[in-house]
């Protein structure tokens, strides 16, 4: 809720608090900065929850951070490229009407899980060679 929120309203935030309180222009670079990194660090703890608790095994935080990694970095960078992609090269309004902004949607989402799903199967190959002592 807190990454969505600094995402989305980040900037309107650091604006009021900006005027609200008649800080100094170098308050706005930080408040970027802060929000950015604050996002990065939630969106990582998020993953490195999902990847301890959500298989089978018990794992602990130091073997899954890999991949975590992999998933934080990977989900960004995926994410900007299809949004560029999205605004500067695709018109799914104009072929799909109204539809469209459910298959932006949708193929969004579908790239996210594959971010995941790499990261949580380097994970699970690192675990292999681990175990096998590779």
Excluded at 51 to 61: E, T, V
Excluded at 89 to 100: E, H, L, Q, R, V
């Amino acid at each position: 809720m807190t990454l969505s929120l600094l995402s989305v309203f980040g900037n309107f935030i650091g604006n009021f608090i900006y005027f609200y309180f008649d800080l100094e222009v170098h308050f706005l670079r930080f408040w970027d900065i802060t929000r950015y990194g604050t996002s990065v660090l939630l969106l990582f703890i998020l993953f490195m929850l999902l990847y301890c608790l959500a298989p089978n095994k018990k794992l602990r935080c130091r073997e899954v951070y890999k991949g975590t990694i992999f998933a934080v970095i990977g989900w960004i960078i995926v994410s900007y490229l299809f949004s560029y992609y999205v605004d500067h090269f695709a018109n799914y309004s104009a072929t799909y009407g109204s539809i469209g902004g459910v298959i932006v949607l949708m193929i969004w989402l579908y790239l996210s899980s594959m971010i995941l799903i790499l990261g949580g199967e380097i994970n699970a190959t690192l675990q292999w060679f681990k175990k096998n002592n590779i």
